[in-house]
């Protein structure tokens, strides 16, 4: 079944490591997006990619970093971690070029750091 | 993108009423898109609205996109438990090379008393 995969579901971390939370997407989507929201609140875009080796930062300035090097993969990478990074990270994609369509998006995780 | 302003940001009924939120903008959209997000859920696309003054129904869910397409609502008919969540309405700007962005409003959180 198509979907869109998010790991891990909750991330506890200390101060200073580096986690990368793992999206994938099995719907051929060449447009995909990470999301932060903290509960309760609204969304913001910190990243998104309209293909293989594109890679565009977001209305929110986020100190964390990804990649597209496969058209299904795209990870976040947080270099160093600080407890203002605690948030909801969501993982979304949408169709290629044309009418644009909703997006869909996975399960989070939620990251807290310690 | 835009910022599109949603209102009310809480909504508490009762059982049995109706509920509406709405999505205004100072400037034309060209799209509206409308989601659900649960408690602890993620965002899961109901509808996408493009013509001016359209109307679409999902059973007891009706969304309406103004004339001047400044404008949108929700309007849930006689509510049920499981309509509890944050409906949140996402306007799109083009951003270049063919592609859209989605900016999400601040949603409308709304409660279902039994």
């Known amino acids: 079944e198509a979907d869109i995969y998010q790991t891990p579901r909750y991330l506890v971390i200390g101060t200073g490591k580096k986690i990368t939370l793992e999206c994938s997407q099995t719907?051929?989507?060449?447009?995909m997006y990470w999301y932060q929201q903290d509960p309760g609140m609204e969304l913001h875009l910190i990243h998104y990619?309209?293909?293989?080796?594109?890679?565009e930062k977001g209305d929110l300035s986020s100190e964390s970093t990804v990649s597209r090097i496969r058209t299904e993969h795209f990870p976040l990478t947080l270099e160093s971690a600080r407890p203002s990074h605690t948030s909801q990270y969501l993982c979304?994609?949408?169709?290629?070029?044309?009418?644009?369509?909703?997006?869909?998006f996975g399960s989070g995780t939620r990251l807290t750091v310690v | 993108g835009q910022q599109v302003m949603q209102i009310p940001q809480y909504q508490h009924v009762q059982e049995g009423e109706d509920f509406t939120t709405y999505c205004n903008s100072s400037?034309?959209?060209?799209?509206i898109q409308w989601y659900k997000q649960r408690p602890g859920g993620h965002p899961v696309f109901l509808i996408q609205?493009?013509?001016?003054?359209e109307v679409k129904k999902q059973k007891r869910l009706t969304f309406q996109f103004g004339e001047a397409k400044k404008n949108s609502s929700l309007h849930i008919t006689a509510t049920q438990t499981t309509d509890v969540g944050t409906y949140f309405c996402?306007?799109?700007?083009?951003?270049?090379?063919?592609?859209?962005?989605?900016?999400f409003g601040k949603g409308t959180k709304l409660s279902v008393i039994p």
């Open positions: 719907m051929g989507h060449d447009k």
């Open positions: 400037t034309t959209l060209s799209n």
């Open positions: 996402a306007e799109s700007s083009y951003s270049g090379a063919g592609s859209y962005q989605l900016t």
């Open positions: 979304a994609s949408s169709e290629t070029l044309g009418a644009l369509s909703g997006y869909t």
């Open positions: 609205l493009v013509k001016s003054g």
């Open positions: 990619s309209y293909g293989v080796n594109s890679t």
